[in-house]
């Protein structure tokens, strides 16, 4: 158990639709960064938050957004969901500072499905 | 950008040793990550090189070349729970904070009796 929590375990909706995802890091870690996991695909960045604030954004499509509230959780926004969305996101989360090898922990991921 | 090349699948025998390599290509460096994942679970973080050498984490070694870019995961006496796949991941020099990963596509091991 890595310590980061994501919810659901499991989604499925259908084209057009919007989805929630939900990410506590770990206790005491700072930054949260979301990633998308497709058969054909490796793990692709899709955005990162540091404290609350934006800090990289990767292949983040523009129906995609997140946010990092006060309490450091994030949530990845969906939107018009497609075929092609179906995939495994995942949470990781870390502590980035000098002297920190910055080593990213992940969640046990959403499978999302789009029907 | 940034290139990252593994093979897609390895075979190995129980209580073998392999090793499954890592070539890169980025426009700056600033560390190497091995991670195991499991059909369906998250990936779990095995070692990390920033200098060139091997660092070694008891069963699981892992070395680095920044100037080949080459890396190497090196699994001794494998078991049949080592059948995962293994992930390669380099984080590039970025601006302040930004301390994102990119992937390779992953090494599938099956381990057989």
């Known amino acids: 158990d890595s310590g980061v929590t994501q919810t659901p375990k499991h989604l499925i909706t259908a084209t057009g639709q919007r989805v929630t995802l939900r990410c506590s890091p770990r206790s005491g870690d700072l930054s949260v960064y979301w990633y998308q996991q497709s058969l054909d695909q490796g793990l692709q960045f899709l955005i990162q938050?540091?404290?609350?604030?934006?800090?990289a954004k990767g292949n983040i499509l523009e129906r995609f957004s997140a946010q990092q509230f006060p309490d450091l959780h994030s949530e990845l926004n969906l939107s018009s969901l497609e075929l092609g969305d179906s995939a495994l996101y995942f949470c990781a989360s870390s502590v980035p500072g000098r002297g920190s090898t910055d080593t990213q922990y992940f969640g046990p991921g959403t499978r999302l499905t789009v029907l | 950008g940034q290139n990252i090349d593994q093979p897609t699948e390895m075979t190995a025998t129980e209580g073998a040793i392999v090793q499954i390599n890592c070539t890169y290509q980025t426009s700056g460096f600033n560390g190497l990550f091995w991670y195991q994942q499991h059909a369906g679970e998250a990936p779990t973080f095995l070692s990390y090189?920033?200098?060139?050498g091997l660092e070694e984490k008891g069963r699981f070694s892992s070395f680095l070349s920044r100037s080949k870019g080459y890396s190497y995961l090196l699994l001794k006496e494998l078991q049949m729970k080592d059948s995962a796949s293994y992930l390669c991941a380099v984080r590039p020099r970025s601006g302040a904070g930004s301390y994102q990963l990119t992937f390779g596509k992953g090494t599938k091991l099956s381990v057989i009796p």
């Open positions: 938050y540091y404290n609350g604030e934006e800090r």
């Open positions: 090189n920033v200098l060139d």
